[in-house]
């Protein structure tokens, strides 16, 4: 009997074709927006949790900022003076103090950009320079080589780690043939520097939204990663200073509470006389929580719209039931002559209103899932479609359908057969 | 009529008002008895508004008479439920209309399994038994065509088809060949005495043509929502 309905309600819209789609119209945008806004919410989440978590989700950051007065306002300009920043004698300090709960304080340092020629190939590269911690911390996935390590650091030494990337604009690729080679760095300002390269690391892609290049081709500029010690001396500093460091713990540590200490650490032993800075700790997976639940209030917002889109198409759906049941007075008559009890009859004409729902609805999916591929490549990142998400549209388009079909078909099962047969 | 056979139709004393309790209170039936045996085929003539509509309306199970006893197939009509008369209708009752009324839309097959449907037999039975049955009224070539691809003669049959299709007590004919010309209303005609004689179909025919009266057994005329005659009539062919 349901099938029988089924198979009546798609010859209907078959054969009412532009009215069909007029009627699914509010529906279709309806669910396709939900599908569309849920797929990029989802793979901007995603991939914005991605990309923290490679950055170190667990991580801790140390930054010298402003310290607020006693209204807690922040000072409207501020400079820094040397002492202000954080000191290789403070982190050594603090990574003693915590020997237990840090795995690893990093340091990188941005030198400039340079260039490397080697014959016919240039390779563009972004000096930095990066202490011992960061290869504790194994930020780098080693391909060839050796990291560079504290004899390197000590000894401040002219050593070099490249990318995969470069290897392959210079060396055609040959990462043997790249190893104690010596590379010619000109930095932007035509000073020249020369480095042996000991390592050879893989080139990540980053996703667009932090900076990055999806994509990788011979113009794409990678790190080229010198002892932090060798980097300072290529500057003439003597002793480093820090506007934030990054810091790694170990397994199994409270990031929360170990943020709260650290944070006392340095006010109490370097910074409660300073007037005007202080050391704020951050936790990554704090502030990854607070872009996510932006993320979620977009999506809320956008979901309300979506779904006064849903409830405009479903009383557009009613309306339209409503115009077929008067269209179809003297059939709704015959079949009760026939023997059609109310109920077959009411049950044929919400089957019919959940049909157009949910042909509306997969088209709805089909348009969402589009719209929200474009908007996620247009942001760079992969579309990630929610199988919930789909079900509770599927779901959703059959609630409408039952519950804005119900009067109309309650209003047809209600006919008075006579009434209705004679109806012209 | 043969005394030993019993009445698949047994109405007494059937009133019918319309507006009740209202300044155009309107009574159309005053007092109907009739008695229609299984096997008759009976003709019910009477001008329009005669009240033969509303007597057929009862009969039909569409309506409840405001006074009096209905008895079906021994079944007690005035007594059912609105849902009951729904199955009542389905399985007892077979409707033929002056103007067709098949579904659109839907093919000759599927207007014929109709009724069926209603009555919960399967698929497969059903699709049998309405080719049976649009072979019986010579439409089985046909039977795959939708009610627009049909002629009115051709439209008619199938609804004979569809009337038949849950072996009704009574096959109800309201103007039959109303909307038809005379040789198509002829084939129609033919068509219900070949199953009056063939199948002992009780036929109730309701028309205004005394022609087409005279060729059933019994004639009932209707005058002012009361019988004043009854005469029989000699079934032609």
């Known amino acids: ?36 806004i849920v797929t990029v919410g989802n793979s901007l989440t995603s991939t914005v949790s991605e990309s923290l978590v490679a950055m170190g989700g667990n991580n801790l950051q140390l930054s010298v900022d402003p310290r607020p007065d006693e209204n807690g306002d922040y000072p409207n300009s501020y400079s820094y003076q040397e002492s202000d920043l954080l000191n290789d004698e403070m982190l050594q300090a603090y990574e003693e103090r915590f020997a237990q709960q840090i795995k690893a304080v990093v340091l990188t340092e941005s030198g400039g950009s340079g260039k490397i020629q080697q014959g016919a190939n240039t390779a563009k590269v972004s000096i930095t320079g990066v202490n011992q911690g960061y290869f504790d911390a194994d930020k780098c996935e080693l391909v060839a080589g050796r990291a560079l390590n504290e004899k390197d650091q000590e000894g401040v030494r002219q050593v070099a780690l490249v990318s995969d990337v470069l290897v392959d604009n210079l060396f055609g690729g040959d990462d043997q043939a790249a190893l104690g080679q010596t590379i010619e760095v000109t930095e932007s300002g035509g000073a020249v520097h020369e480095f042996a390269i000991v390592g050879v690391y893989a080139y990540q892609t980053m996703s667009p939204l ?21 980097l300072h001396e290529m500057n003439g500093i003597a002793e480093g200073s820090y506007f934030w460091c990054e810091v790694v713990p170990a397994a199994g540590v409270d990031a929360d509470a170990f943020q709260q200490r650290s944070e006392q650490f340095f006010e109490e032993g370097y910074y409660k006389n300073n007037k005007q800075f202080l050391v704020t700790v951050y936790n990554l997976q704090n502030e990854m929580s607070s872009i996510t639940s ?68 997969a088209l709805g999916i089909l348009v969402g899932f ?7 490549s247009l942001i760079g990142a992969p579309a990630r479609v929610d199988l919930g998400t789909v079900l509770v549209a599927v779901g959703f388009s059959m609630a409408i359908g039952v519950f804005f079909g119900y009067y109309p078909a309650n209003k047809a099962a209600k006919l008075d057969p006579i009434e209705a047969l004679r109806y012209e | 009529m043969s005394g030993e056979k019993k009445p698949i139709i047994q109405l007494r004393d059937i009133v019918k008002t319309f507006y009740i309790g209202q300044p155009n209170e309107l009574e159309i039936l005053h007092g109907i008895d009739l008695d229609v045996y ?24 569409l309506d409840k008479p405001t006074q009096g006893s209905y ?9 059912a439920k609105d849902s009951e008369l729904s ?16 579904i659109g839309r839907t093919s000759a097959l599927k207007n014929v399994e109709l009724p069926m449907l209603y009555n919960g037999i399967g698929a497969a039975k059903r699709a049998a038994r309405a080719k049976e049955l649009l072979e019986l009224v010579g439409m089985e070539k046909r039977m795959n065509h939708q009610p627009n691809e049909l002629s009115g003669g051709q439209k008619q049959r199938v609804a004979i088809a569809r009337a038949m299709a849950n072996d009704p007590a009574v096959l109800l004919a309201d103007e039959p060949t109303g909307a ?3 040789a198509t209303g002829r084939v129609v005609m033919d068509l219900f005495h070949k199953l009056h004689k063939e199948q002992g179909k009780t036929i109730l025919l309701i028309t205004h043509s005394r022609e087409l009266a005279a060729e059933c057994e019994r004639i009932i005329t209707i005058r002012d929502g009361r019988i004043t005659g009854e005469v029989k009539g000699g079934v032609a062919q």
Do not use: H
């Open chain 1, 210 to 230: 932090l900076g990055g290049s999806a994509t990788v081709n011979k113009n794409t500029t990678t790190d080229l990663y010198l002892p932090l010690t060798t």
């Open chain 2, 87 to 102: 199955a009542l209708r389905c399985r007892k009752i077979g409707f033929v209309f002056q103007t067709f009324n098949l």
């Open chain 2, 180 to 182: 038809l010309d005379s």
């Open chain 1, 370 to 376: 589009g719209l929200g591929s474009l908007g996620a």
């Open chain 2, 71 to 79: 008895w079906l197939d021994g079944i007690d009509m005035t007594a």
């Open chain 2, 38 to 61: 299984e096997g008759e085929f009976v003709a019910i003539v009477g001008e329009s508004g005669s009240g033969k509509s509303t007597l057929m309306n009862i009969v039909g199970a």
């Open chain 1, 294 to 361: 932006v993320l979620d209030t977009i999506s809320l917002a956008i979901g309300v719209i979506a779904g006064i889109s849903l409830l405009v198409g479903g009383i557009g759906v009613m309306n339209i039931m409503l115009v077929s049941i008067t269209e179809r007075t003297r059939e709704i008559g015959v079949r009760k002559a026939l023997g059609a009890t109310n109920g077959a009859i009411r049950t044929q004409f919400i089957v019919e209103s959940v049909v157009i729902c949910l042909v509306g609805g």
């Open chain 1, 1 to 36: 009997m349901i099938w029988e309905n089924i198979k009546l309600a798609l010859g209907g819209l078959r054969s009412n074709k532009m009215r069909a789609l007029l009627t699914m119209l509010g529906i279709i945008i309806g669910i396709g927006s939900v599908i569309a």
